[in-house]
């Protein structure tokens, strides 16, 4: 461990590539930050690689069923002792030369055609995967995006509060001066503006911090130089939710993933059933196998020749592991229906939550606006009344609070809905 840790030191400045001093950032919009998050995010080359492996057992399957040929070159030596077989009787002599081309091909083997078809359905549900994975980073990316949307949006929103606080400030100092209020006014009125100043190093913070977060999934190497793009204002359409329904149906990779893997499973159990079966393959053989290494021998007759075999395999007793491979593919047969009937009813689960969350938050925001409307006027009102003696300090610091919190509230909402979007989108894909 003392070892592996200056290492690591050592090699953390390559992976903190930052941008030079004075660059100007890089401002990213949301299709942006999607496309460069299914470029580098580890979860979709993970399920990507997932998907290329299974297409080359697919290929590997596929090639299982066609007839394969090898070409063998080999030279046996046996010590002689006057005999043509030499010291080994088995053999064919002294010197042996075998060199020729093999040809091998199952004729009938149905566990290998069912393998075929299992490697298919397997791909297919590889890829679905890697489609969900790519749909999930729409929600992760659209949560991330706003995240730092609208933590940038309450950063301005906490500089405001300062400055209201710092003219309330202005204002006490000004009436303490002129003897129309308590020095109490003063220092509530200094604490206040403590308060928004920590609030806005606080929001700062939250802004860096989601900065940070969201640079992993956007960048291969680690750097924070960039804004996004605040289109919070810019209000997608919620469809209706019948359209909605029908597009999860149509476009659900988690849907396609689980169907598959069904009919991997199936003919799984296709493959054990036939395990029991009998398989019949034949081989073919050209070549030399003499003597000499010759075409020919020294009488002149032909060393170059082929011959053929069928064979049939019988399986008879396995001790039953035969028919244990056949249960163990039901048992997953059987699980994976299960899990397919749990992937619908959690599909439609998530689908009209997601919804309800989406609809809601839009229907929120005419009242989100109409109070940030409501509080800026009520702080406006209380700190003339405070300035005409009508209203105290406590008044006016409700009424910044208040003012406060409206702003952060609605861009809250705005953020909310966009994430809602997001969501939705990533078991109905884009609308």
Known sequence: MPRILPLALALLPCAWAQAPPGAEPLRLTLPDALARAQKYSQQTFNANIEALLAREDTVQARAALLPSVNGVSQYIYTQGN?????????????????????????????????DYRRAIAAEAAARARADVAARGLIGTVAQDYYGMAVAARKLRNADLAVRDAQEFL???????????????DTVKAHLQLNDRMRDRQEAQLALDKARIGFA????PDYQTNFTVADDLDTLPALPEYREIQTLAGKNSPDIRAAQATVTAQTFELRSAKADRLPTVSGDYFFGIEANEFALHNERGQNNLGSSAQVQLNLPIWTWGAARSRVKVAEYKLRQAKNDLSYTQRNLLSELESFYREASMAR????????????????????????????????????AQTSARDARNAFDDGLARYRIAIGNLQTLTGAF
């Open 82 to 114: 006057d005999t043509p077989s030499g010291i080994f009787v088995p053999n064919d002599g002294v010197h042996v030369y075998y060199d020729y081309v093999t040809t091998h091909a199952d004729l009938y083997a149905p566990a290998k055609r069912a």
């Open 170 to 184: 202005d204002i006490t100092q000004k009436l303490e001066r002129g003897g129309e209020a308590a020095h109490a």
């Open 216 to 219: 992993v999934l956007l960048f």
């Open 363 to 398: 229907d929120q925001l005419t009242l989100l606006q109409e109070s940030v409307g409501l509080a800026a006027d009520s702080l406006r009102l209380t700190m003339l009344r405070y300035q005409a003696g009508e209203a105290s300090v406590l008044d006016v610091v409700d």
